[in-house]
């Protein structure tokens, strides 16, 4: 246990420090970016040891298992006094919202008017409002999630008349095995496709976060302006 402890905060400090260093390359201000650990490659007792070492933001790509390890990990952090904030960053199942909406502060992957819809209906029954953010697709390769711009500011003009949904900004992945220069490209895409959307809807709404970069990406992320960044596998080295 010590072992994994140790690796771990090991590995999360090297993250850290990573982030430092491209944070201040950018000239933006130290923690002017939330890290999201993402826990989807690991164990119950594995994302308790994040919390332990002190990450309160986790993300997971399954609800399922968000629903497995929810109670497990928020007793841990009730023990250690802080609070986790779920992320929930893959594709949501309408089928899975009633479940699932109790258990996360942020959803990164809204991605469609359907779901929209399904969130809205069930976060008015449970008197909640969630923190969201449009996934968009920048890139050429359809084969990707997300919506295209056109669609994403459909959704968000129907979204904006939602009471159940409170849209926060935009998520984006870059496309798989892009260059560091193409990958930058894509991620000013999306900002600019967030300030675009944001000066069209003016005061209907606050975009201000954007959630783009993963362990491969993230100082592309943070230079293209990275509110939130979602990192796995670098904080897993040596663990898997
Ligand atoms: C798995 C995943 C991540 C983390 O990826 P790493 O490369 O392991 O850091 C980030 N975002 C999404 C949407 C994911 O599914």
């Known amino acids: 246990m010590n072992d994994v402890q140790d690796i771990l905060k090991r590995n999360i400090e090297r993250a850290r420090e990573a982030v430092s260093e491209a944070l201040a390359a ?7 970016v939330k890290v999201v650990s993402v826990s989807k490659y690991v164990s119950v007792e594995l ?7 002190g990450m309160t933001h986790l993300g997971e790509s399954r609800p399922q298992s968000i629903w497995q390890k929810h109670d497990a990990v928020n007793e841990v952090a009730r023990r250690q006094s802080v609070e986790i904030e779920w992320h929930m960053i893959g594709h949501l199942q309408r089928n899975k919202v009633a479940r699932t909406l109790p258990m996360i502060e942020w959803l990164h992957s809204l991605d469609s008017l359907r779901l929209a819809d399904a969130i ?11 923190n969201s953010l449009l996934e968009v697709n920048v890139s050429e390769d359809t084969s990707k999630t997300g919506l295209p711009p056109e669609e994403a500011r459909q959704v968000l003009q129907h979204v904006l008349s939602l009471p159940g949904l409170c849209v926060r900004g935009l998520m984006a992945m870059s496309t798989e095995h892009a260059t560091a220069e193409q990958t930058l490209r894509e991620f000013h895409r999306v900002r600019e496709l967030r300030d675009a959307l944001q000066r069209e809807f003016g005061t209907a709404c606050d975009l201000s976060e954007l959630s783009m970069g993963m362990s491969g990406d993230f100082q592309q992320g943070i230079a293209a302006g990275a509110t939130m960044i979602r990192i796995g596998s670098l904080l897993w080295e040596g663990l898997l």
């Open 47 to 53: 994302t308790c040891s994040l919390v332990e070492a």
């Open 120 to 130: 809205n209906a069930e976060a008015i029954k449970q008197q909640r409002r969630v």
């Open 26 to 32: 950018a000239g933006r201000p130290a923690d002017s």
